[in-house]
């Protein structure tokens, strides 16, 4: 059985930054795509980042030149042996405050529907 849990989140003052974690525990899949998602109560889900193993990734423009390396691209880092993944996060603003999810694919396809595994979130808030 498949379970993501998520970690790191937390409360940090404007400009921070944080790790999230993603733990995929009896997740086997080969080719995957793991996405993190962001949610504010009353508003609708945010897909913020995506990554996958045939070398696409990508954030939503909201949080590029932060949740971005150099090279533009989302700051993921993966630790295959514990099957995590990993989000760092930073020059967070208020409007970054929500909760953050992950998900994974059971193949490289990286759309909504295809998101068959999710975490239950760890919240994050940002204070000014």
């Known amino acids: 059985q498949v379970a993501l849990v998520e970690s790191g989140g937390g409360a940090v003052m404007a400009g921070g930054s944080l790790r999230l974690s993603c733990v995929a525990s009896?997740?086997?899949?080969?080719?995957?795509?793991w996405a993190w998602f962001r949610q504010v109560p009353g508003k609708e889900r945010e897909e913020v980042a995506v990554?996958?193993?045939?070398?696409?990734?990508?954030?939503?423009?909201?949080?590029?030149g932060r949740f971005t390396n150099s090279l533009g691209r989302p700051t993921f880092s993966q630790d295959n042996f514990e099957n995590t993944l990993y989000l760092q996060i930073g020059k967070l603003r208020p409007e970054d405050t929500a909760i953050y999810t992950c998900?994974?694919?059971?193949?490289?396809?990286?759309?909504?529907?295809?998101?068959?595994?999710w975490g239950r979130g760890t919240q994050v808030t940002v204070s000014s």
């Open positions: 998900a994974a694919s059971r193949g490289a396809a990286c759309s909504v529907p295809e998101y068959y595994f």
């Open positions: 990554i996958n193993t045939d070398s696409f990734s990508g954030v939503t423009d909201s949080v590029k």
């Open positions: 009896g997740y086997r899949h080969s080719t995957y795509c």
